[in-house]
């Protein structure tokens, strides 16, 4: 990991209890960030208890506190930025990366599946700047999580597509409205990372996919864990509005 000082600093990264969120996590802690955990209490509780785990496992250095919210629920958003800011007194960096996947055809995409990818990947974004930027320091940085699939359109992906495009439009609108207080705001599109959510696709389609990645492989939690923290740090500190694709050479 490309070392970066956020000594004196607080993140906060959503849908940080596990696969890209929790590698956001350690490296903004080992960076020397305090850091807090966003995580939706889901039913089963696993979010919950891998909030928990993350937390007891960066122990003996700086901060982590983990606070439950649904992204999609503006009150509750409004309720865990307050909490935050009473525990810190405010943030310097927000990572809006919580979000969902429930790919399907246009023609058997369900309703329910468009509006939950919708109110999840683009909604929740929005209601995590609006309330983020209220708690956020002059000087601050934004960084949202899209995809490259809102940059190329993937077939069965008209819900998950249209929201990470929407989360472009986003950060162009919103680092024009934030310039004036030295926030930038800017997007890491990540290509095909290997998560949990990987765990699924059959190895014939993954050895098709590698083949259309120039370097490869597939991008691992620390390749997007290190675009992140370069555009939350000081080095980025004359780039806003932009889109960082991080997809080995895939689809640029």
Request: aromatic share 6%.
């Amino acid at each position: 990991m490309t070392k970066f000082d956020f000594t004196g600093k607080v993140a906060l990264v959503t849908g940080g209890s596990r696969g890209i969120g929790a590698e956001l996590v350690r490296s903004f802690w080992r960076c020397g960030a305090d850091v807090v955990v966003h995580y939706f209490a889901d039913p089963d509780g696993a979010n919950t208890k891998d909030a928990e785990a993350l937390a007891t496992e960066l122990s003996g250095g700086p901060k982590v506190l983990a606070l439950a919210a649904d992204v999609r629920d503006a009150a509750q958003m409004e309720r865990l930025t307050g909490e935050v800011k009473a525990a810190f007194g405010g943030i310097d960096v927000l990572v809006n990366n919580a979000g969902i996947l429930k790919d399907r055809t246009l023609k058997k995409m369900t309703l329910d599946e468009w509006h939950a990818v919708i109110q999840t990947n683009l909604t929740g974004v929005f209601h995590g700047c609006k309330y983020g930027a209220e708690i956020l320091r002059d000087g601050g940085r934004i960084v949202n999580i899209a995809s490259v699939a809102g940059l190329v359109g993937f077939p069965g992906q008209a819900n998950y597509a249209a929201a990470k495009a929407g989360v472009i439009g986003l950060t162009r609108v919103l680092a024009k409205e934030l310039a004036k207080r030295g926030i930038t705001v800017n997007a890491v599109a990540p290509g095909v990372v290997e998560t949990q959510m990987m765990a699924d696709i059959r190895p014939e389609m993954r050895a098709e996919y590698v083949k259309q990645i120039p370097l490869g492989r597939f991008a691992t939690t620390a390749d997007i864990a290190n675009a992140v923290l370069f555009l939350a740090s000081g080095a980025s500190g004359y780039i806003t509005g932009q889109v960082l694709p991080v997809t080995g050479g895939w689809l640029v």
